[in-house]
């Protein structure tokens, strides 16, 4: 009796190992055709094989742990209760399905109401549904699956069509991308560097040398000297920058919120006219998991850090539905450079998009090697050693409180960074050069916001439309090289989505942005806009409920007015005689045109608070009205 009871249980522990080695298997090998059809191909291939060989082993290895922790429940469980030990195979087997449903359920609650993500994809539902089938193909053998079908043909039926449904939904649209006609356009290449103020690159008169290689580059480029973001927050300003709609208007008015509207993105334009549109992220906020901006690309490289390599396995999905600190935040300079050097050395038939953002100066900063020799405050400083305790004491400083000693060597430390990120920078642009390909490639080199080091009392940014906060570096190298002059008139970095779509030849069909050419402006062929509009992260709610920014400013080249709704306050400025926006004139204004500022500042806060709420009254209005100009 014994005897038989224990082969009974090898022979089930056996057909447990089987199937549920069936089962990873099958989805390692469907998790690794995704890989290989989506961006995981933009890995080098020492590191694909790497990639997918993990991906095999980890499906099997969660697989089996789930399968046998349950077999071993269902034995433990059998002792009190006789038959749950007799079907102790089936428990497993059942419970290692549930299992998997439970790992993608979790990851896609946390997606939908936690990170408001859309529930897009279904093709890898029809994937899961594929492995479980070619799971019991393997684990149950053909005659026991026929059986199965000639008795539940309309089950197996309905499964067959979603799966086959699932799958067209992937297939079709790389059928369709293929069947695009081929674009005739340039090579494009746009270069984001995240939280670099324009005050602390060489071109923009900085007394540190931070940044050789975008002071070349800038030299080979138009110089745009006055260029803003609409919001001093990434994924927001990045939006803007691919949609040339305000915030108010796209809908993405923080970083974790969703573009609402249905206007075509920069990505999406090219992608219809026939360019192949990669983007390579080095920062966790354009995860595709948070930011919408992956809209349009084909490949889109958002791998933050090495375990971000396996999202598409069971592990990590099962990891990170327990801890989501696996999702990563940083991926540093080298790397991104790395990876978009081997987006340009893909053969390819078609022009090409490349995005390129580079992340490593946004905060926290770390020491790189180069602090020492910018930090110009009392006493020599060992940063390698005390960068931690700096960014403490700086994490403490609050706002509105006097610039603290500690703000010189936080300063040294964000210019190590943006050094860092310079030579990344470099190393891309001088392969292209190496190449052949730079003359024949529009490339754009900007930032989506700066950053504060106390002025004004602030530190970070998306708190003030000060200049540190919003005024960033704009330089586009058009093909062929420079032919414009430097546009000294102000300009906004929205306009950049046109801008690039106009030197492509691509069409417009669907854009619903700011239809201003910067390069038509440098070449004399259009007019500068007389002014750029700004407003804060940092929200304000009013008595009545509506939220909305908190603060609010309109800038020309030479002057800047801000608006500030929660305390109805205003601020005017002579950018050319107090850059520094150290001294408020707006209480003995004997400028003409600073009516004209507050009427057209007025104005736009009216589009943007209406774009919001559909709504002007209460004590919005009221707030509006204390500028002269709201009936």
């Known amino acids: 009796m014994a005897k038989n009871r224990i082969g009974n249980n090898s022979r089930d522990l056996f057909r447990v190992i089987k199937v549920a080695s069936a089962y990873g298997l099958a989805l390692g090998a469907v998790e690794t055709l995704i890989m290989l059809a989506g961006h995981g191909s933009q890995a080098p291939p020492g590191a694909r094989a790497v990639v997918y060989a993990a991906t095999l082993t980890a499906d099997v290895v969660a697989a089996l742990a789930f399968a046998l922790a349950f077999y071993g429940t269902a034995l433990v469980a059998g002792r009190i209760i006789p038959p749950v030990r007799q079907r102790a195979a089936a428990v497993a087997e059942i419970g290692l399905v549930w299992a998997i449903l439970a790992c993608n359920a979790v990851l896609v609650v946390r997606s939908k109401f936690v990170f408001g993500l859309p529930l897009t994809h279904p093709y890898k539902l029809g994937a899961f549904a594929a492995c479980g089938l070619a799971a019991l193909v393997v684990a149950a053998g053909w005659r026991v699956l026929r059986r199965v079908i000639a008795k539940k043909p309309i089950l197996i039926s309905a499964a067959a069509a979603y799966v086959v ?39 923009y008169g900085y007394r540190r040398d931070t940044s ?265 190298k058009p093909v062929g090289g420079k032919s414009g002059e430097p546009v000294r008139g102000q300009v906004e970095t929205l306009c950049l989505a046109y801008t690039v779509v106009a030197a492509t030849g691509a069409p417009t069909e669907g854009y619903r942005g700011k239809s201003v050419d910067l390069l038509a402006v440098s070449e004399n062929r259009a007019a500068a806009p007389a002014w750029g509009f700004s407003q804060t992260n940092d929200k304000t ?24 709704v929660a305390t109805q306050r205003y601020e005017y400025y002579d950018l050319k005689a107090d850059a520094a926006e150290s001294r408020n004139l707006s209480g003995r204004v004997d400028d003409p045109a600073y009516e004209s500022y507050r009427g057209e500042l007025t104005r736009q806060i009216e589009k943007a608070a209406f774009a919001v709420s559909g709504r002007i009254d209460g004590d919005l209005a009221e707030a509006l009205r204390s500028l002269g100009y709201t009936n």
């Open 165 to 203: 449904a699932s799958v067209a939904a992937f297939v079709i649209p790389e059928l369709k991308w293929a069947a695009h006609s081929k674009a005739v356009g340039p090579d494009v290449i746009f270069i984001s560097l995240d939280t670099v103020r324009a005050d602390h690159l060489g071109c």
């Open 541 to 564: 709610t009013l008595p009545d409920g509506l939220t909305v920014s908190r603060e609010y400013c309109i800038r020309s080249a030479d002057m800047k007015l801000i608006f500030n």
């Open 212 to 476: 050789p290689n975008v002071d070349r580059f800038a030299h080979e480029a138009v110089f745009f000297e006055n260029a803003i973001c609409v919001q001093p927050t990434t994924n927001p300003s990045h939006v803007s920058m691919f949609t040339g709609l305000y915030p108010a208007e796209h809908g993405v008015v923080s970083n974790f919120a969703r573009l609402q509207s249905d206007a075509a993105t920069l990505p999406e334009l090219l992608a219809a006219y026939g360019y192949k549109t990669v983007g390579i992220t080095g920062g966790f906020i354009l995860d595709r998991r948070i930011s919408t901006l992956a809209r349009g690309f084909r490949y889109y490289d958002d791998y933050i850090n090495p375990w971000s390599r396996f999202r598409h396995t069971l592990l990590y999905r099962f990891a990170v539905a327990v801890n989501d600190k696996l999702y990563g935040t940083l991926r540093q300079a080298p790397a991104v450079t790395a990876s978009a050097l081997r987006a340009l050395g893909r053969r390819r038939s078609r022009p090409l998009f490349l995005f390129v953002h580079y992340f490593d100066p946004h905060s926290p900063y770390r020491y790189r090697g180069a602090a020492e020799r910018f930090y110009d405050g009392p006493g020599p400083l060992d940063f390698e050693e005390r960068q931690l305790e700096l960014k403490r004491r700086w994490n403490k400083y609050a706002d509105g409180t006097p610039r603290p000693k500690c703000a010189a060597a936080i300063e040294a430390l964000y210019d190590d960074e943006v050094l860092y990120t310079d030579r990344a920078v470099g190393k891309l642009l001088d392969e292209l050069r190496r190449g052949g390909a730079y003359d024949r490639t529009l490339v754009v080199v900007t930032s989506d916001h700066g950053e504060s080091f106390g002025e004004h009392g602030y530190k970070y940014h998306g708190k003030t439309v000060y200049d540190p906060e919003t005024r960033v570096c704009l330089l586009i």
